[in-house]
């Protein structure tokens, strides 16, 4: 009888080890049909990412009072606030108001980054 049980074990075993590979064999041939979908068309950019957008007075103190883009207005933002050290040292997604932008961020003295997209916005037409 001893042997019997240990035969079922090891069927059972084998068993396991069969479906497991049906298993992985499948995963990969997903894996193929992903990496054929990235491979097609190119990605083309929204239209109205491109649109040049006025920045009101307070914002226009900061990155220009020329109309021009919203990524191009992140840009600038984010390269006056790395020229003065506006960014948090400890806590890295925080941005320290200084005068000039705290109108921009409705005079709050610290603001997450998510956070300031969402003023910036405000301040754009």
Same mark, same amino acid.
């Given at each position: ?7 079922? +074990?090891?069927?059972?075993k084998?068993? /396991? *080890?069969?479906?497991g590979a049906?298993?992985? /064999? &499948? ?6 049909? /992903?990496? +054929?979908?990235k491979?097609g068309?190119?990605r083309?950019? $929204?239209?109205?990412?491109? %649109?040049? #957008?006025q920045? !009101?007075?307070a914002?226009? &103190?900061?990155?220009? /009072?020329?109309? #021009?883009?919203r ?5 600038k933002?984010?390269?006056?606030? *790395?020229? $003065?050290?506006?960014?948090?040292q400890?806590?890295? %997604? #925080?941005?320290?108001? !200084?005068d000039?932008?705290k109108?921009v961020?409705?005079g ?7 956070? #300031?997209?969402?003023?910036? $916005?405000?301040?754009?037409?």
């Amino acid at each position: 009888m001893a042997a019997k049980k240990g035969g079922k +074990k090891a069927a059972k075993k084998g068993g /396991a *080890k069969k479906g497991g590979a049906k298993k992985s /064999a &499948a995963k990969k041939g997903g894996a193929k049909k /992903a990496a +054929k979908k990235k491979g097609g068309a190119k990605r083309v950019p $929204n239209p109205a990412f491109m %649109r040049p #957008m006025q920045p !009101d007075p307070a914002l226009s &103190a900061v990155v220009g /009072a020329n109309p #021009m883009p919203r990524t191009e207005i992140t840009k600038k933002l984010w390269g006056y606030i *790395k020229r $003065n050290g506006l960014q948090d040292q400890k806590e890295r %997604r #925080m941005i320290n108001a !200084d005068d000039k932008l705290k109108p921009v961020f409705g005079g709050k003295g610290k603001v997450s980054m998510f956070e #300031m997209t969402k003023l910036v $916005n405000k301040h754009i037409k």
